[in-house]
């Protein structure tokens, strides 16, 4: 069969791919994509938000929602750049985002004439933000060039890859592509042997803990792990991006705070689908100390190696390696139920003494039903909600993993809404953070997206502002003109509501879960008290707080 352009053969290939919602900003380097995105667009629905870097953002917040790829589409050049920020956090959390811009002309590729949209070594940014990229090399090859990027989304370390397309490509009569890329190989099952160095390692230890990070959530690996925690019953501690793998109603899931005091007493740390790398010091999270054994799990064989120090290393598909593990220890119960609670009531009494945030994060818990989607951001009730707000299923806590990029929330969760299937999403997010993405109001109106939006408003940079304030007793640059939100909203035609409690944001939340469309509402919120100190297996230098009550398992282990 003859297809009529290379615009119609990439399109025709999303399709066969599954592709079902795309995330797009045209221009004209696209047109012949675009077109034949509107001849096929019974089968692909189109998203344009009014910012390129909310292309990228949604698609991850799609992929984070549904486990599906998702898929964005801009210019080359400035229109590519704008999308770096969303496939930065892409890839730091681990995201399936199918990343795809045009080139410009062929012949012109690395010449340096000022083309329209030509930056020079394109090509190199977009390698330096995916795990994998490509250049369409002829017309032609449309279609073979997009099945090897699907093959790289759909085997080992999901994380965004990248394929550009010259414009004339697009524009070009091309013959089907009979030459299609091959299904990928599954990733390998680990070898036996070191499956049974584990076992044995776990098997003679006194107090095994596991840490669960994102690739547990990744890899559906999530009834891998509750398998493996309950054969020998022992503690869960999740990662940011790993959280809602073990239910926080399980007793012995935990978040980091908790995980701190069951560390203090573990003998083995099986670390499964985490990098397990401080956020700020190139070490291991937690101290690879002498009498503390490790085993790592990981897809990636990169996330085994130094810092880390594990004893037994095994790269494989926590999906398929957690059962195969479990299966071969031996029944115990390393942390009783009742010792598992008293660990977590520790945690949480350290929580609620930071307030208000706690009692925001409480008003927004018990306001959401478990499936809602939660996305966090850099932003004063966020960072507590790190370890206060309890997940109860995989894919319902967004986070920006490492990449810590203020301003993703609020795209991220319009994305998260369009792959959530109707779910409620509640981003919340600083007046700082929102002010990178005020536009997407309009998006959310658009698509009538169910998106509660929470801006807290301080008038500042706050986070920055207490960091001056601790460290230089003095504050520059952190203070905000910020625009009357509740006109803002209006002008965009979306709910508004303004408040100053938990109770009262609670509330307005419980009523926005059924309701259709967007909600914004701005809570005023003052200087609060620095949660710092309570976040991370090891707390952040300089980062102290009133001393920790007694480890309760100091009495019982
Ligand atoms: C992309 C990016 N730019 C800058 C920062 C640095 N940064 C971290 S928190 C913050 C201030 C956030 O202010 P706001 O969103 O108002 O939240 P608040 O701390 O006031 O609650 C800034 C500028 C960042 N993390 N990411």
Not at 288 to 313: C, E, K, Q, W
Request: charged residues 20%.
């Amino acid at each position: 069969m003859t297809i009529k352009t290379g615009g119609h053969a990439l399109v025709e290939n999303l399709i066969q791919h599954g592709i079902k919602d795309l995330f797009l900003i045209p221009g004209i380097q696209l047109d012949w994509a675009v077109d034949a995105l509107r001849q096929r667009s019974s089968e692909i629905n189109l998203f344009i938000p009014r910012h390129e870097q909310t292309t990228t953002y949604m698609a991850d917040g799609y992929f984070r929602a549904s486990g599906q790829i998702g898929a964005a589409m801009v210019v080359p050049g400035p229109g590519a750049l704008n999308t770096g920020a969303g496939l930065a956090t892409a890839y730091a959390s681990n995201s399936k985002v199918l990343f795809v811009t045009p080139q410009i002309h062929s012949k012109g590729v690395g010449k340096g004439y000022g083309l329209l949209h030509e930056i020079k070594d394109q090509t190199g940014f977009v390698a330096g933000l995916t795990k994998w990229n490509a250049m369409v090399d002829s017309a032609d090859r449309i279609a073979s060039t997009m099945d090897a990027a699907f093959a790289q989304l759909n085997v080992g370390r999901p994380r965004p890859v990248g394929v550009e397309v010259p414009h004339d490509y697009l524009q070009a009569s091309v013959e089907q592509d009979n030459e299609r890329s091959p299904e990928p190989a599954p990733v390998p099952l680990v070898d036996e042997k070191l499956i049974q160095a584990a076992a044995a390692l776990i098997n003679s230890a006194r107090f095994p803990v596991i840490y669960a990070g994102g690739g547990v959530n990744n890899s559906a690996g999530a009834a891998g792990l509750r398998l493996l925690a309950e054969k020998i019953g022992a503690a869960v501690v999740a990662s940011d991006n790993g959280r809602g793998a073990l239910t926080d109603r399980h007793p012995l899931s935990m978040n980091s705070l908790a995980g701190r005091a069951v560390f203090q007493h573990a003998d083995v740390i099986v670390v499964v689908g985490s990098r397990f790398i401080d956020a700020m010091t190139p070490t291991a999270s937690w101290p690879h100390a002498s009498g503390v054994r490790f085993i790592y799990l990981n897809i990636d064989p990169a996330d085994v190696t130094p810092p880390r120090m594990p004893d037994v290393a095994l790269v494989g598909d926590a999906a398929q390696e957690l059962p195969r593990l479990a299966e071969l220890l031996d029944k115990r119960t390393v942390l009783k139920e009742s010792d598992a609670l008293a660990v977590k009531r520790w945690a949480q009494a350290q929580i609620d003494s930071i307030s208000p945030q706690a009692d925001y994060v409480n008003a927004l818990r018990k306001a959401m039903p478990d499936d809602a989607i939660f996305v966090n951001e850099l932003t004063q009730i966020g960072y507590l909600a790190r370890i206060a707000f309890p997940v109860y299923e995989p894919h319902t806590y967004i986070g920006p993993g490492y990449q810590g990029t203020l301003g993703y929330g609020f795209p991220v969760a319009l994305g998260a809404a369009v792959g959530g299937g109707g779910r409620r999403v509640v981003s919340v997010t600083g007046d700082g953070g929102f002010g990178w993405n005020l536009q997407e109001l309009a998006t959310a109106k658009r698509y009538e997206l169910p998106v509660t939006l929470i801006v807290f408003n301080d008038g500042h940079y706050g986070n920055v502002r207490a960091i001056q304030r601790r460290e230089f007793g003095a504050e520059v640059a952190v203070e905000l003109s910020n625009p009357d939100f509740r006109l803002l909203a209006q002008a965009f035609g979306v709910p508004f509501e303004q408040v100053e409690t938990p109770d009262a944001l609670g509330a307005l939340v419980k009523q926005s879960i059924n309701t259709r469309g967007p909600v914004m509402i701005e809570v005023k919120i003052g200087i609060v008290p620095s949660p710092w100190h309570l976040l991370r297996l090891q707390p952040m230098k300089g980062m102290t707080g009133p001393a920790a009550p007694a480890n309760p398992l100091n009495e019982v282990i």
